[in-house]
């Protein structure tokens, strides 16, 4: 099996590369990472640099929170490429602009490297079931090669086309997760100021058209008044800005993105960049008075 360095091990990254390993792949990891302990109690090998993992793997794997830590990684001092060998895959799979996955492709071109740009959908829960959506840009050999792999992390695993579509792509997800995400919350705020039982309102629309795995999960959320991330308000506004960014360079207005961007921000303003997107909702009941 093709030795397998992971790059990230946030709560995302951690689960999925626990998965690696529990699949049987050889994966090494950051010495200073803190979840590094961890998988080296469970058969990872431990490295000090980016460089020096990929020196020592046939794939590797960066799971990062934005374009510049990818970069910084990758193209910095004691990165990837000064280790990443000719015939190596790289695979970002975290969520960045498809302008940055480009620029990484290109790189690893230059160093004899086949590149995917693999960004996932599904949160910490679909992390730690193996079960992430993955769409992924990038040459098809490529794509073969990773399949394997990605088929240990996640269910749902398309093939979108060239360097950079598997990012475009995931702007678009994230665009509908958000704006669904303030739908749910409006609709929530609304019903609880009308003194309707949120519970019995929930189970009814799962079972009619409106229903969605954000009002199911989402909405469960609300109703628990569990804010705790699955996905932090902070991290979904950065890709927030990476689709409006691409409706400028495409001349798509994004009205609705911008809005809830816009949502976001305020929370941002008042400390809740940690919390769940979900909690979208806390600020719908504090401009509806409640």
Known sequence: ???????????????????????????????????????VAVGARSFPTPAAIAQHSDVVITMLPDSPDVSDV????????????????????????????????????????EALDAPVSGGQAGAEGGTLSIMAGGGEQAFQRALPIFQVMGKNIIHIGGPGSGQMTKACNQMI????????????????????????????LLGGFAQSRILDLHGKRIIERNFSPGFKIR??????????????????????????AAHMDALLAEGKGESDHSALALLMEQLAGI
């Not at 360095?5 to 990254?13: A, D, Q």
């Open 177 to 204: 997760v958000g704006m669904t995400i303030q739908a749910v919350a409006e609709a929530f705020t609304l019903a609880r100021k009308a003194g309707v039982d949120l519970g019995k309102m929930r189970e009814a």
């Open 235 to 260: 991290l979904h506004r950065k890709d927030m800005n990476i689709a409006l960014e691409a409706g400028k360079e495409f001349s798509v207005p994004l009205y609705g993105t911008a809005q809830v």
């Open 1 to 39: 099996m093709e030795k397998i360095g992971f790059i990230g091990l946030g709560i995302m990254g951690r689960p999925m590369a626990l998965h690696l390993l529990k699949a049987g792949y050889p994966v090494a990891v950051l010495e200073k990472n803190k979840a590094s302990g961890e998988l």
């Open 74 to 113: 990758v193209a910095g001092k004691g990165g990837v490429l000064e280790g990443i060998r000719q015939g190596s895959l790289f695979i970002d799979m975290s969520t960045i602009a498809p302008a940055t996955a480009k620029s990484l492709y290109e790189w690893m071109q230059k160093k004899g490297v």
